[in-house]
């Protein structure tokens, strides 16, 4: 099994999908760590409850962007990770991180890629009057939500929506995507 470290700002309920799925004997990783740069994310609480290693950093607490992010590789490898998940983490990597991580580095965006890039998904989907929208799991690559996507999942955009009504509908895809591709990659199904 690959050891998967996952990093989060918030809520973390993507996390709390991974770490579902890996309870089933036959999934091919494990969640050996989440590291959060908000220490008041919900979902280090949620780590430290399944007894998985937790660490937080203030990126204000570093004199660079660099240093922060080293850190953030330093700890990464103290847990021997093999794969980094982006879960809910809202901040835009630099050039060191994810050259040294890339191709074992994914993240899950909601939106279907290469549509609405960034922020605020949901709403840009509804002002273009979208009628149709979902979430993908990509690797990560320099340029922001642009690597080479793994799965996507779409839902349909229903008369009524709200930002609200539609991230519930893409959240439950998300739920289910990311589980799925991070096995792909575990089992080298998918390189970058
Ligand atoms: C998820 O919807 C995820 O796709 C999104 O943040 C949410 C985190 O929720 N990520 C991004 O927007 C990345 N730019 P969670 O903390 O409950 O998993």
């Not at 607490?61 to 953030?72: G, I, L, N, Q, Y």
């Not at 929506?161 to 080298?188: C, F, I, M, N, W």
Request: aromatic share 6%; with cysteine.
């Amino acid at each position: 099994r690959k050891k998967v470290g996952v990093l989060i700002s918030g809520r973390g309920s993507n996390l709390s999908a991974l770490i579902e799925a890996a309870r089933d004997p036959n999934y091919p990783a494990d969640i050996v760590g989440v590291l959060s740069n908000k220490a008041a994310a919900p979902g280090l609480a949620t780590a430290a409850h399944e007894g998985i290693a937790t660490a937080s950093l203030a990126q204000s607490k570093f004199p660079s962007r660099e240093m922060f992010e080293d850190t953030m590789t330093q700890v990464l490898e103290s847990w021997e990770v093999d794969i980094v998940c982006l879960a809910g983490f809202m901040r835009v990597l630099g050039e060191d991180f994810v050259s040294h991580w890339q191709g074992r580095l994914i993240n899950i965006h909601p939106s279907l890629l290469p549509a609405y890039r960034g922020l605020d998904t949901h709403a840009r989907a509804l002002a273009d009057g979208a009628t149709e929208h979902g979430c993908t799991v990509h690797f990560v690559t320099l340029g922001l939500d642009e690597g080479p996507a793994i799965l996507q999942a779409r839902v349909p955009v229903l008369a009524g929506d709200t930002p609200e009504t539609l991230s519930a509908r893409v959240l439950v895809e998300e739920h289910r995507l990311y589980p799925q591709a991070l096995a792909k990659l575990a089992r080298g199904e998918v390189t970058i």
